[in-house]
């Protein structure tokens, strides 16, 4: 895009998509989840959007319909990437999966902890055979690293 001489780069459209229960970090199994709030890691990711001139639209929902509801007006809205922490969901979810596929947008699905190191029913992901990468286990970190990964896949 030009505007008078110069050339305008469209920012690229980020959806954070953080699925059940995340809204309660900072508060259960600290252990596993850490001492960071949701609204601190969404301060972060922020803070890195803006170094890497992406604008982010986030969300959070313990409903997995409004998830999906939220995924596929993702296309709508010309996002360009999706980073998603599906949480429980991950496990169960043939909707949320369908609906990262139906939008064929790049996603990157990423994890607080490492499902792989917890309970048998966590080590199967739904939804990362439609993501381009899967990070997990580096705790709010997974966060930031997905961003990167994804702004530089779409």
Do not use: W
Not at 43 to 71: H, T
């Amino acid at each position: 895009m030009q505007k008078k001489g110069k050339t305008v780069t469209k920012r690229k459209k980020i959806l954070i998509l953080h699925g059940p229960n995340l809204n309660m970090l900072g508060k259960r199994e600290k252990t596993v989840y850490g001492k960071t709030t949701l609204e601190k890691i969404n301060n972060e990711l922020k803070i890195l959007a803006k170094k890497l001139n992406v604008e982010l639209k986030i969300n959070q929902s313990n409903i997995e319909g409004e998830l999906v509801n939220i995924i596929q007006k993702a296309s709508k809205d010309r996002t360009n990437g999706i980073l998603i922490n599906p949480a429980a969901y991950t496990h169960t979810s043939v909707a949320i999966r369908d609906a990262l596929l139906a939008v064929k947008l790049p996603v990157v699905e990423i994890h607080l902890s490492n499902i792989y190191k917890r309970e048998e029913f966590r080590h199967k992901s739904l939804t990362a055979s439609v993501a381009i990468g899967q990070i997990t286990g580096f705790g709010k970190d997974s966060y930031l690293l997905g961003l990167e990964a994804l702004v530089k896949n779409c």
